[in-house]
């Protein structure tokens, strides 16, 4: 059985930073598609970082240069280090992955069959 486990949110200032993990088991992060996705209270959900079979991670425009989505030599770890927070950034935060490939912007939703829990990240002006 496959299960994603998210930690590392929380509360912090504008300007803070925090580092977001989500732990897999029954699943490594390897050969699949993997992402993080964000929904705020009354908004739809989101994909702001993706790590494709090919080619280099892709970010939606609000995040790019401030977060950087990774895993680790093992596979079994994803992560998304969130710099420079702004008040906008506060949403629940989900991993996301799936075992088919994709390559380019995988960042939709419907790409992803497996997701986790989610956890909270609150960031004040």
């Known amino acids: 059985q496959v299960q994603l486990v998210e930690s590392g949110g929380g509360s912090v200032q504008a300007g803070g930073s925090l580092r977001l993990s989500c732990a897999a088991s029954?699943?490594?992060?390897?050969?699949?598609?993997m992402a993080w996705f964000r929904q705020a209270p009354g908004k739809e959900r989101e994909g702001i970082a993706s790590?494709?079979?090919?080619?280099?991670?892709v970010y939606v425009d609000s995040v790019r240069g401030r977060f950087t989505i990774s895993k680790d030599n093992a596979n079994t770890t994803l992560y998304l280090q969130m710099n420079s927070l702004k008040p906008e950034d506060t949403a629940m935060y989900y991993c996301?992955?799936?075992?088919?490939?994709?390559?380019?912007?995988?960042?939709?939703?419907?790409?992803?069959?497996?997701w986790g829990q989610g956890t909270q990240v609150t960031v004040s002006s």
């Open positions: 790590l494709p079979n090919a080619g280099d991670a």
């Open positions: 996301a992955a799936d075992p088919r490939w994709c390559s380019g912007v995988c960042l939709s939703q419907y790409l992803y069959h497996y």
């Open positions: 029954g699943y490594t992060f390897n050969g699949g598609r």
